[in-house]
């Protein structure tokens, strides 16, 4: 072999190992909606961001590669040749989304591979779904304790005064009043909290209570303990209209704040107001857990918290200074057992405030909040019968899809008060009427961390980040008018706030909601939903009104995956080893492949299967008859004993057949790991040995980690050979050239 040989032979060698050298990916967070359309789930769409941390494994014939997901969910690994790739480290709260999964075979040539995971929490199929909210009447004998439901064909595209239908409204009897709303789309139920307000009836079981209403029927599904007490209805007089009901500083202090439910729908969490504590509740077993909130602000003397939120995984929960509004609210976070402080939201806000407080003398030194109020006496002696002293409440908190929060601020004065009514001085017969100022409030997430409206990195336009949460007309103007409750739909671009008065210049004591834009903080629409001046049904401008939810459809659930064909017989995937198309595989509603199947498919040309199933039940995938299946009459299962429930065979011989049992899965958290794998009838089966495994350990550096067991054999070392080996050729091919230039011209 000639010099000029030997260096195309090198050319040749170090272009074919650098060839199909790297296979990268995304891996990405599955969003229903971007803005007014439907995202396609399994699609990157344009505002959907990766996920950093998951970890990420290249099997190939020149070894096994790993690594970890960046900051945009990005990858990339030298490979060659037919590659499988594994994703492991899936935060638990994200699912494979539609017809994805966590291993992935490419052939050569191909060089991207994306992972699509998904929050079956934020799961919709429209853009444009139902509403509900909770209603507290004015009294016993006005108005009564609903959910009020806005169907989705009614949704406004402008401003609505108009009541919506109430042929949707549930009507409960036995709950007395509720604030808290939770709704689980699978079984589409509702769940409510009981909550303490002037002139509003409590139920039958009292301010620890948490109702179910289901097809318009409310039963008590259980209650909390050691919530505080307060005078029975009786005692409170508010069978009349008007009353002097003698709760007072009751009010955020006993019974219970908001309500949410998990992410997988199994727990419910609320707020016991009188301990300060999180109570987590398992919805099958009604079970109790409690834990402390603590106090975020060091030296408050008396904190209260009340809102809930999600996201990540994690539990978030508002709390306020009750007597000192210039150390701000704070948001705590929760790791499934201990509270830390998380973010921090400043209470000095401009002094907009409602209609009336200046006009009284309410000013309060031009600031918006002031303390809570415990003295009846601070309240209603001495302002006249109209009046506005806002005091905050940490009421709501969503996350929109860049991990920024909207919060929701409530007037705990206005639920002191009320609407045409009188205090509790019994000799104080003067109706009065109060003009809550709540507030809904922006936190941007910056890649240095949370921001607060009107900082660095969380612009806004005027002195608040949403300044259209105001009502005017040719009288005057209320400059807030937010309620304190909240809903948004990650990629929709638009938070629904309650509020009273809710359409500009419209009928006024009325209660509904806002939609406003969270790219802009503008209003987009406005619904009326109860109220009105003529109507004193409810609490007018003191918000007859609490939770708001987005009725979505429940994710749908599937499994999978594979039937291939185990050429090494080792009973693990590897990344040469073809599916098996034309495979006829079914589904029964049982474990063990009894009764009737449920559903038939056939495998496609790389062996994949898919089934949609109800969450909740018992399944099994089975492949009956395998001799009589063409694809299949000279094959037999391999083992199942090696590997991992991702890359293993989980079938079982069953009589003529194979059979994977399928233990019952929440909502959406569909699971594509469930393969057979098969050997040559007349091979020697593989011995069923358990493979002791090995702890791979990955370190994020936030103090977690994720541990997962990994039995199938790799070659780190075939690695090393391959750089050592472009190592090698490039200093002989650079030493070639190098000679060649040395020799004289011919």
Known sequence: MNK?????LCSLLLTSAIANANVSGIVYHDLPLNVANLNTFGTKDSNEKGVAGITVKAYSDSGTTTTTTDANGSWSLASTGKVKVEFTNIP??????????????????????????????EYADSTTNSVAMTLQPNSAV?????????????????????????????????????????????NKTFY???????????????????????????????????????????????????????????????????????????KLYTINLNTNQLVEIDIATKAQKTYDIGNPFGDCTDVKSWGIGQNSGKVYVG?????????????????GALFTPFHQIPLDMDGE????????????????????????????????????????????????????????????????????????????????????????????????????EGENGCDREADEFFNEDEWSNNIGEHKEIA???????????????????????????????????????????????VGGHADPSYHGKAGGIGDIEILTAAAPTEIGNRVWFDENKNCVQDANESGIGGVEVSLYASTDCTGIAEGTTTTDEKGRYLFPVEAGKDYSVCINNIAGQSVLNDKKLTCNTKGTSINNSDAIVDGSGAKIAVAPLTTGANDHSFDFGFVNKDANTPTPVVVPEQNNTVNHGDGSCDCHSYTEDSSPALNVWSTMLLITLTSF??????????????
């Open 4 to 8: 000029k040989q030997s260096i195309g």
């Open 353 to 452: 405030t409602s209609l009336y407080s200046a006009v009284f003398g309410h000013t309060n030194g031009n600031k918006r909040w002031r303390t809570w109020i415990t003295n009846p006496t601070d309240l209603f002696d001495g302002f006249g019968t109209r009046v506005s002293l806002a005091a905050p409440i940490l009421s709501d908190i969503v996350f929109d899809e860049n991990r920024g929060m909207i919060l929701g601020f409530t007037d705990r004065t206005a639920m002191q008060a009320g609407l045409q009514n009188f205090s509790p001085v019994t000799t104080d017969n003067k109706p009065y009427k109060y003009d809550a100022a709540g507030d809904i409030y922006k936190v941007c997430k910056t890649d240095a961390g949370y921001v607060n």
């Open 142 to 186: 006005e108005g009564v304790v609903s959910i009020k439901t806005l169907d989705k064909d009614d949704i406004p595209s402008g401003e609505n005064d108009s009541l919506p239908a109430t042929a949707n409204d549930t009507t409960l009897t036995q709950t007395g009043s509720i604030w808290g709303l939770a709704y689980d789309s699978s």
């Open 483 to 529: 309620l304190g409750g909240l809903a948004y739909l990650p990629g929709s671009n638009s938070v629904l706030t309650t509020a009273f008065d809710p359409v500009n210049r419209g009928t006024y004591d009325s209660s509904g909601i806002i939609w406003m834009n969270t790219e802009e903080g503008k209003r987009t629409a406005a619904q009326r939903m």
């Open 733 to 746: 091919m650079a030493f070639l050239f190098r000679k060649e230039l040395e020799q004289p011209s011919k």
């Open 92 to 121: 638990s709260y994200l699912k494979e989304s539609a017809g994805q999964s966590s291993v992935q075979f490419i052939d050569d040539g191909t060089t991207t591979v994306n992972l699509a995971l998904y929050n079956p929490a």
């Open 192 to 266: 409510a909290s009981a909550v303490v307000r002037r002139h509003t009836a409590m139920g039958d079981e009292g301010p620890g209570a948490i109702y179910q209403i289901k097809d318009g029927v409310a039963t008590l599904f259980t209650k909390v303990e050691n919530v505080g007490t307060i005078p029975s209805n009786t005692e409170r007089a508010i069978t009349e209209k008007q009353n002097h009901d003698s709760l007072f500083n009751e009010v955020g202090r006993v019974g219970l704040g908001d309500i949410d439910i998990s992410a997988d729908g199994t």
């Open 319 to 335: 709390s306020v200074c009750t007597t000192d509004t210039t150390k701000g609210a704070y948001i705590s976070e929760f790791n």
